[in-house]
């Protein structure tokens, strides 16, 4: 488990994401789509889960508008919330937060509460989610 998350069907990917190495000049990429992601973000594979389209990735999140969603999310996810089993996405990189919603979204990574609530978010409101969280302490 990573960050406390449960193992689904996007673990494996998720695991892949973190072992490997950074660009060279400190920036990810999506391999084969030239996307940066930031300094110090590891590499990802060129297939995410399910086909989800590696063009949200690339998607700058507000993270004015992010810290305004977020507190939705707060709700549960708290410091301390891994020990009952929900995890900590305070300071969690902005491209994991991104892969996990949109594979809830898609329904390739279950959780009955995360599906409902990623199904009502865009793909703008995942990136400034995303961008609030990887800031957040």
Not at 81 to 100: D, K
Not at 116 to 135: H, N, S, T, V
């Amino acid at each position: 488990m990573r960050h406390g998350w449960a193992l689904t069907t996007s673990a494996a990917l998720l695991a892949a994401a973190a072992a490997l190495p950074a660009a060279a000049n400190g920036a990810a990429v999506v391999a084969g789509a030239g996307a940066e992601i930031g300094a110090g973000q590891p590499e990802l594979p060129p297939e995410l889960p399910g086909g989800i389209d590696p063009g949200v990735l690339e998607i700058a999140g507000d993270t004015e508008y992010g810290e305004y969603l977020a507190s939705e999310c707060a709700s549960c996810h708290r410091a301390g919330g891994a020990e009952q089993g929900i995890p900590q996405i305070h300071g969690l990189p902005r491209h994991e937060l991104v892969i996990a919603l949109h594979s809830y979204r898609e329904g390739l990574r279950r959780h009955p509460g995360m599906e409902m609530i990623a199904r009502r978010l865009g793909d703008q409101e995942i990136a400034a989610l995303a961008a609030w969280f990887a800031q957040a302490d």
